[in-house]
């Protein structure tokens, strides 16, 4: 029943980049899926990088290239490299865990109600 906390966000320039962390306990770290979302006010939570037990990952379009989602097991922990940040970037990061198998194939928004043990959230800035 531990949350997941983020850490590593901040205010950077456009084209700068910054490093989240997710501390997750062993249970939620055990999950089908972890994986990174963000949200803007008066938008809807999109899920923006997510990763599978067999290790695969999934980007959302915006984002591929720039974003690299990552894990380390033994420290049950994930991250979120984020190179070239742009000012489309700016929201709160959240980083979450899915115990049901849908998961795996959900995308954008429609991914919101098949994650659960979500963090209090992170914000991103990218400064034009």
């Known amino acids: 029943q531990v949350q997941p906390v983020e850490s590593g966000g901040g205010s950077v320039q456009a084209g700068g980049s910054l490093r989240l962390s997710c501390a997750a306990s062993?249970?939620?770290?055990?999950?089908?899926?972890i994986g990174w979302f963000r949200q803007v006010p008066g938008k809807a939570r999109e899920a923006v990088a997510t990763?599978?037990?067999?290790?695969?990952?999934t980007y959302v379009d915006s984002v591929k290239g720039r974003f690299t989602i990552d894990q380390d097991h033994a420290e049950n922990t994930l991250y979120l490299q984020m190179n070239s940040l742009k000012p489309e970037d700016t929201a709160m990061y959240y980083c979450?865990?899915?115990?049901?198998?849908?998961?795996?194939?959900?995308?954008?928004?429609?991914?919101?109600?098949?994650?659960?043990?979500w963090g209090q959230g992170a914000q991103v800035t990218g400064s034009s």
């Open positions: 062993r249970y939620t770290y055990s999950s089908y899926c």
């Open positions: 979450a865990a899915s115990s049901l198998l849908s998961c795996r194939s959900c995308s954008g928004i429609y991914c919101y109600n098949e994650y659960n043990d």
């Open positions: 990763i599978f037990t067999n290790g695969r990952t």
